[in-house]
């Protein structure tokens, strides 16, 4: 018997609890024979479960069997818009937005959102914590002194009237999506195409921003290993954000190695405020920090973007904005040039003299967390003046005895500098240096380019 949910009364809840495990053993049998399901059935699936009504051993089942024979795009479009309706929505059809699939020093949020809202362009986003050794934008924001992303809606919607950027934590967006992901991770069925892409999207969905960016990640410290997974995963993003009214895009960026310098909370905070300040960064964090604020403009349609977002940095208008986003946070701008900081320092040093060919993203991330950076698991304190600054890029000439990168703190220092010494690799030959950006989808304006 197929099922497809519809209200009941008040005295119907047995009825009801017993369609939604219908529902979900109907769908178990449709997708281990590789069947379609239909849209009512995934959104009947989808409320039983965010409902409690659903055990979690039917919807492993499901999801293991959506993780073999895969998911069409019509269903993944309808698992998508069913996640992305399950909790309260935002509308900010004017505002911009971007997500990274996570990586090691991204800190582009700090960086490309004020210089952004500097050029009059509206910023509402939702950001996470942490977890692992990718680091999260509220923790990051938590090093300063005072500041909140625990914004409730009136105060959220009133500073992206008043101020123009506003980033506050998840919150309550997209619940049957945090319960499927929690279910994921502890089945093994994280890494399949459709699931993560109908996670990613739901949320942002929900956050209801009108055009976004999505910076996907691709190398040995991104989910997505190879330029092949990346733009499939980016293809697919943007299609779905599409499909739910949203002018989307999306860059795939390299994570072979950490993004800029910094690695740690306090650490990538000082190093966005000298990019914001218009002081010298690491090549790799300029170039893209700057190339997603144009693509965001682009996306609202401003013109001559390349010039407005020089000049938001030049004049200092970025600076100021974030200073002004800070306060508008509780946060202490006075704190900003005094930011708490390890002042226990262990040098890691150039074996030998040659050229940088490795600076590996996973193991400096790793040496990250050891010393306090992230978490090991939800729940865990983080220390914001721990972390790594990385001293030289893949491609730069070093002379025996060179500084490679500096380690901040004294928790697990031996592991964390042994991962941080097995991270570097030395050749003798030069080396190519890896380009920051390595491909676009710019489906939203119905072209495509890769570099």
């Known amino acids: 018997m197929r099922v497809r949910w519809s209200p009941l009364q008040s005295g119907a809840r047995e009825e009801k609890v017993l369609s939604y495990v219908e529902a979900a053993l109907e769908a178990i049998e449709e997708k281990k024979r590789g069947g379609r399901l239909p849209e009512g059935l995934i959104r009947t699936v989808v409320e039983g479960y965010t409902a409690g009504e659903i055990p979690d051993y039917q919807m492993s089942a499901l999801l293991m069997a959506i993780f073999i024979r895969g998911m069409d795009y019509g269903e993944t479009l309808a698992l998508t818009r069913a996640m992305a309706e399950s909790g309260e929505r935002y509308s900010f059809p004017e505002c911009v937005d971007k997500h990274s699939t996570g990586g090691i020093g991204d800190k582009i949020s700090l960086t490309s959102l004020p210089v952004v809202a500097a050029c009059g362009a509206p910023v509402a986003k939702l950001s996470g914590r942490g977890l692992g050794y990718t680091g999260g934008t509220v923790d990051k924001l938590e090093a300063i002194p005072g500041f909140t992303c625990a914004l409730d809606r009136e105060r959220f919607e009133r500073q992206v009237r008043e101020i123009g950027l506003a980033i506050v934590e998840a919150g309550e967006l997209a619940p049957a999506d945090r319960a499927i992901y929690a279910l994921r991770d502890a089945t093994g069925t994280v890494d399949s195409l459709p699931l993560i892409g109908s996670s990613i999207v739901s949320k942002k969905a929900a956050t209801g921003a009108g055009h ?225 950006i390595l491909g676009s989808v710019w489906e939203a304006a119905g072209r495509e380019g890769e570099r």
């Open 212 to 436: 976004l960016l999505y910076d996907v990640k691709c190398g040995s410290g991104a989910f997505m290993h190879t330029l092949e997974e990346a733009r499939g995963l980016a293809d697919l993003l943007v299609r779905l954000s599409t499909s739910l009214g949203i002018r989307a895009a999306a860059l795939i960026t390299e994570m072979d190695q950490p993004l800029g310098s910094a690695i740690g909370n306090s650490l990538e905070v000082r190093e966005a405020l000298r990019f914001l300040r218009g002081e010298r960064v690491a090549g790799d964090l300029d170039a893209l920090a700057r190339e997603i604020a144009v693509r965001l403009l682009q996306l609202k349609g401003v013109e001559e973007p390349e010039r407005q977002v020089e000049e938001a940095i030049s004049s200092g208008a970025a600076y100021e904005k974030f200073r002004e986003f800070v306060r508008a946070q509780s946060g202490d701008d006075r704190a900003l040039e005094h930011l708490e900081v390890s002042d226990e320092i262990t040098e890691v040093c150039a074996p030998a003299g040659g050229y940088l060919r490795r600076a590996e993203a996973i193991k400096l991330g790793r040496a990250a967390l050891a010393l306090g950076a992230g978490r090991e698991k939800k729940g865990d304190e983080v220390d914001p003046a721990v972390g790594l600054e990385v001293c030289a890029k893949v491609g730069d000439r070093v002379e025996a005895g060179q500084t490679l990168a500096l380690i901040y703190g004294a928790r697990n220092l031996r592991r964390a500098a042994e991962l941080a010494e097995d991270a570097f690799e030395i050749a003798p030959e030069p080396v190519e240096p890896i380009p920051a």
